[in-house]
């Protein structure tokens, strides 16, 4: 009699390995030798008998705790304890075995040894699916929130048949495949007894059902897909690429399902004016030399309108003070975040001769000690030269 190779190894896993990990090794390795899946292959018939048996002890506690001790003595009938000779008793898990036939078979399975039948209904309630489309907005409108017409098809109810799918004076009838359950069972002999699955039946795709006379304009769907043109609301603060809901305005649920939702992603093209960071907003103004220098009153847009602002005097370039809670909304809330205006300081061009003289004696007048920058660049210049001027 050949010699049986260690039970760890024929499942492919390490020893003390948690129950999780043994139950999807013996699972894959169940479904690669299933006779069902291999027909007449003798080879695999005894990988199969021989993952069982290995699960069969390792998955039970006790014996598995013997097998470590002593190895397969351990678990031999001869050695004291009932082993995978005695048949299947023991810590065995038919719903393993559920799980497997399950996933080959594709439907619910029952077996002589009392296991129960797991079938989805056909008929259940089954919501419709989510629509989605794009919508193009400005950027005030993105900011302020605002009405918009959409535009899109989705599949609804016909109107001709009620949604039933059967032409007028007509009815759905039972199929005589399958007698109404929607599956087809069929027995299989396998290593653990008789075995039952189900499989969806074919001529009425599982509802049990079929429409002997289709509604002319469905085709017997019961659904048919129609243009629908709608107002939303967009909400305020909504950025590029965002997307929100418009619920249970999708495509039409079946069986008394819900609708799916409609789903719009928003694209906010840019403005001129104002450059969005996040829920705050940025702008920039451009002042005069003389408006810096002086300080002066200047106008700011905002997305509110314009507002009035003092810069001070000697204001430099690119100075940036903030508008607090002008910039764009929270959605869903009542808080704004803020507007940054950064100073852009114009150089004049194409000056005439009065006016090149006036800034030639305006420069004289104020030397260097009224620009800091420019006295400290000198002096480190000086440095560097080695006092030279």
């Not at 007698?179 to 396998?190: A, D, V």
């Not at 609301?233 to 008394?256: C, K, L, M, S, W």
Request: with cysteine; hydrophobic share 30%; proline share 5%.
């Amino acid at each position: 009699m050949p010699e049986k190779r260690d039970y760890y190894e024929v499942l492919g896993v390490q020893k003390g390995c948690s129950d999780d990990e043994l139950k999807k090794a013996y699972r894959t390795i169940a479904k690669k030798y299933h006779p069902d899946l291999n027909p007449g292959d003798k080879e695999a018939e005894a990988k199969f008998k021989e993952v069982n048996e290995a699960y069969e002890v390792l998955s039970d506690k006790e014996k598995r705790a013997k097998y470590d001790q002593f190895g397969h003595a351990g678990v031999d009938p001869n050695f004291g304890a009932g082993g995978p000779g005695g048949g299947f008793a023991g810590g065995f898990d038919f719903g393993d075995i559920g799980d497997i036939f399950e996933n080959i078979f594709g439907g619910g399975f029952s077996s002589g040894f009392g296991g129960s039948t797991r079938t989805r209904n056909p008929n259940a309630p089954i919501r419709g699916n989510n629509i989605n489309i794009n919508l193009g907005l400005s950027f005030m409108e993105a900011v302020k929130g605002c009405k918009k017409k959409i535009e899109f098809k989705r599949l609804e109810h016909c109107d001709t048949c009620k949604g039933t799918g059967s032409a007028g004076g007509s009815a759905p009838e039972t199929c005589p495949d399958c007698n109404g359950s929607g599956q087809i069972k069929i027995q299989q002999r396998t290593p653990f007894g008789v075995i039952q699955t189900a499989k969806t039946c074919s001529r009425c795709s599982g509802k049990g059902r079929i429409i002997t006379k289709p509604c002319k304009d469905c085709n017997g769907l019961g659904r048919v897909r129609k243009n629908v043109k709608m107002d939303v609301n967009v909400p305020a603060g909504i950025d590029d690429a965002q997307t929100f809901a418009v619920r249970n305005q999708g495509d039409h649920g079946v069986n008394g399902g819900p609708n799916g939702d409609v789903m719009v992603t928003v694209s906010v093209r840019p403005d001129p004016l104002f450059e969005r960071d996040g829920f705050d907003i940025w702008c920039e103004v451009p002042v005069s030399f003389a408006q810096a220098a002086l300080g002066s009153e200047i106008i700011v847009p905002t997305v509110d309108g314009k507002v009035k602002y003092n810069i001070s005097e000697g204001t430099q370039q690119g100075t940036i003070f903030r508008l607090k809670s002008k910039g764009v909304p929270h959605i869903g809330r009542s808080t704004r975040g803020d507007q940054y205006v950064r100073i852009s300081i114009e150089v004049p061009k194409n000056l005439n001769t009065k006016q090149k003289d006036a800034l030639k004696a305006f420069d004289k007048l104020t030397g260097d000690r009224n620009y800091e920058k420019r006295k400290s660049f000198f002096d480190k210049l000086k440095d560097a030269m080695g006092g030279k001027d």
